[in-house]
């Protein structure tokens, strides 16, 4: 790759923000986050078969005293994959470096990141699909042979160096695995996809971060609030904290099962997670195009949200929990989506009854 004199490629920036699940969450919000987010393999509840296997690589790489193959981790927002990358760190004695790819639109960016690592540190890349074609360039050596090749300078007076690096571990997290390069993809060891969580797991989930932030709640609470919180265990911690607010001002502090369902039905989260977006999501494929298929593109214009969000936030959930399929010719609402909105069943127009 090659520098300009000031050692700054021009990059179009592209002016995309990262999507949050959460945008209006608190500082407060962001402290209790820190508290409640598991710090070991043993906190961590969910997602063992990866467990199992990043445990053994970091055994291995203990006992040959070398670094961490290079690790993908994929999968819907809010699973843990930032989280999973900071336990590795701890559980290999090792730091960890956080950023995320549209921090790195300049080539010193990355470059710079790069050189600062110590032997055996992780680097986490948070949306590494949005990396751009330079900094990909520039990670292709640092991750096979630890080297940086730089090149200054113009035409005549081109130089080219080659830059020694530590051996460092690159945690990759992406929700899109199929939009990584096919030669990024390949230059990671191991590639893990995040599941999303069983009730019972959610449920583990939410009783553990409920001690933590010294909430008293009942079993059947837990489990009404692991059943709307989209198999998510981001959403699981945030719910609990309206629910716990819920239950300090209506209640006696204690959350039931009557305290969650309240403060979900008010923040409109229905019995299965789904909140006014999803549900509107729904009704446009259902009421406008007669259950689909019809092309993210008019849905997005329909909702009012860009695909990006569509894509990589409302429809892995719907899609995982049977509310829609995805076809070559776009999306289709499912019998069970218009079950659940309580509207009658209908196929390319056809009206169909209930039993
Ligand atoms: N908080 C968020 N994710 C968690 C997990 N997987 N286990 C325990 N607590 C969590």
């Known amino acids: 790759m090659i520098l300009d004199d000031n050692d700054n490629i021009k990059h179009k920036a592209k002016n995309i923000k990262p999507i949050e699940l959460n945008s209006n969450e608190t ?3 962001r402290s209790y986050d820190r508290n409640i987010r598991p710090k070991t393999f043993d906190e961590y509840i969910g997602q063992e078969s990866i467990k199992e296997t990043l445990k053994i690589s970091i055994e291995a790489s203990k006992k040959r005293n070398s670094s961490l193959d290079h690790i993908l981790l994929y999968g819907p927002p809010g ?11 701890k559980e290999s004695n090792v730091d960890i470096k956080i950023t995320s790819a549209p921090a790195l639109e300049r080539p010193r960016d990355i ?8 032997e055996g540190e992780i680097l986490f890349i948070d949306e590494i699909h949005r990396l751009n074609k330079v900094a ?7 991750m096979e042979d630890f080297t940086l090749d730089l090149t200054t300078g113009k035409s005549q007076t081109v130089k ?3 830059v020694p690096l530590k051996k460092f571990t690159l945690i990759g997290a992406t929700t899109k ?7 990024l993809r390949d230059r990671f060891g191991v ?9 019972d797991e959610l449920s583990k989930v939410i009783k553990r971060s409920a001690k933590i932030l010294n909430f008293k709640i009942n079993d059947d609470a837990a489990d009404e609030i692991s059943r709307r919180s989209r198999s998510t265990p981001r959403i699981a911690n945030r719910l609990i904290k309206r629910a716990g607010d819920w239950a300090l001002v209506k209640g006696d502090g204690i959350i039931t099962k009557q305290n969650a369902k309240d403060a979900l039905d008010s923040l409109n989260i229905d019995s299965k997670g789904l909140d006014v977006t999803d549900r509107e999501f729904l009704k446009i494929i259902i009421n406008n195009y007669s259950g689909g298929p019809v092309g993210i593109e008019t849905i997005a214009v329909a909702l009012g949200e860009d695909i990006r969000t569509i894509e990589d936030v409302i429809e892995p ?3 995982q929990s049977g509310f829609i399929q995805r076809t070559q010719r776009g999306r289709v609402a499912t019998k069970k989506a218009y079950e659940h909105l309580n509207i009658k069943y209908t196929q390319n127009g056809q009206i169909s009854f209930f039993d």
Do not use: N
Request: aromatic letters at 8%.
């Open 27 to 29: 500082e407060l919000d």
């Open 79 to 89: 699973l843990g994959k930032t989280t999973l990358a900071t336990i590795i760190a």
């Open 111 to 118: 470059i710079g990141i790069l050189m600062s690592l110590k």
């Open 136 to 142: 990909e360039e520039i990670l292709y050596p640092a």
């Open 160 to 162: 080219t160096m080659r």
């Open 177 to 183: 695995a199929g939009a990584l390069s096919g030669p």
């Open 191 to 199: 590639i893990h996809r995040l599941e999303f969580y069983t009730e």
């Open 317 to 319: 959930y719907l899609l």
